[in-house]
């Protein structure tokens, strides 16, 4: 008995030991020279972070959204959103069309996602730890800590003067944007046009956790 | 399935006896069968390669689109066959009344009772118990440093970590997870594709490729092959404090889920073909 209990500590230290040494080598940041889509995304985050830890989210959050929402507009692409989520159907409608399912789109996914930052914020830590670019285009890649849960969130960005927005978001693997894509053109080939504004308009005016 | 759990339920020790005998042929056939739709689906993935590009939004045709074409990433490639679609949606229907009827009042009254830091070590617990699966399923990828990473955390955390309650791995060693390899990706590793796609009744979205995957697993775990778990009363016991566990800590998010989405199945649908393609990528 105290021979395999010799050998089963012998072994545990040997695993620690190598545990430990794989840990203190392995995450190493790699960082690109150029790191400014991955600062400016920061910078972004950060601010709402500080709005909403200024006040109660319970209390202040129509307040707070007033000034979360021109944030998130400034680092968003809302062209580049609209065009990606109805892909091959864009070309088929009209200016005006654009324009319309643009603003109806952007609508909805602000409503959506900007009034899930009141639960998720709390105790919830966000890590910007790389970032990748090629031309006027980059990912960066973050980690979401919540309940001891580590969630992959990258960015998609599109240069446009100087700025880097965010066209796509991709949360453990699925693309937001070709999430929608798939759906709408679902609606496209069924209902055609108006149909999706149909929907568009409903979904905006249903209040968010009503169902 | 039905009569074997009797002896147990009856309260007859719990040991490989002439109920347990069957209850293990009938897993056997399981598997058999499930190769055999391997088989099926090694076929059609291939069948499929030959049609797979339906056209969408690249070449020349669309200039416009193009110009946003993102270089980084294929786009759809992540793509999938449903001709079970109406069962499929019966079933999705099915999980989102089960969600709505039973599990999300039992999950919040267990949440109610049990305060949030117990039930994600409880959580951490359930996790710990995979974890031969994933490092079985790193060396059958031939990822031996992945593989060993989880041995490691499975050791620290069984010890350490007192049964898993804790990531010690994690918190102290920093060993995270280099990915949670299961069957179904080991399969899709060496270029199986999907086959289609399936819903299942309690255990939601799946393909032909990861049902089969999950048959495997399930031989993969140790607790399979240990006495007192081969009870199917015990084993279903487990599976449901894991499932009403873990859900007491995601409540909210299918709520969130419907209210972003226009066709919550074919949402869902796309989603786990996404993060499962995502996964097998890695």
Redesign the interface.
Known sequence: MKVYLGRIICMFIFFCCSAFFYGTIAPKQILAEDEIPLSQLESTVNRIIDILEEGDVEKEWEQQKQRIVPLIDERLNPEVIAQRSLGRHWRDISDEQREEFTSLFLQLLKDTYINRLRSYSVKSDARFYEQRKRGDRAIVYSIVRKDQQEVPIDYRLIRIDDEWRIYDIVVEGVSLISNYRKQFDQIMDRGGYPELINRLRDKIGTEPGAE | MVITAKPELRGMPVKVGPGGGRYISVISIFFIFSLTLLFFCLVSSQVRAGEQDDG??SGPD?P??SD?Y???ME??AATIKDPLEPANRIFFKFNDKLYFWFLKPVASAYGKAVP?DFR?SFR?CFNNLEAPVHMSNDFLQGKFKDG??EA??F??NS??GILGLS?A?RDV????SPGKEDLGQTIGYYGIGNGFYLCWPFMGPSTLRDTVGMTGDFFLRPGTYMASTSSLYLRGLFFSGRYINNTS?RI?DY??F??????PY??MR??YI??R???IEE
Do not use: H, K, P
């Open positions: 969408q939004m669309f416009e689109y946003w993102d270089d980084f786009e759809d949030r994600i951490n060993f990473v490691c955390r050791f620290i010890t350490v990531d791995a060693f920093a060993l995270n800590l909210g709520e969130d419907l209210v972003s989405t226009f066709d074919l949402a796309d989603a996404q993060r393609f995502n996964m």
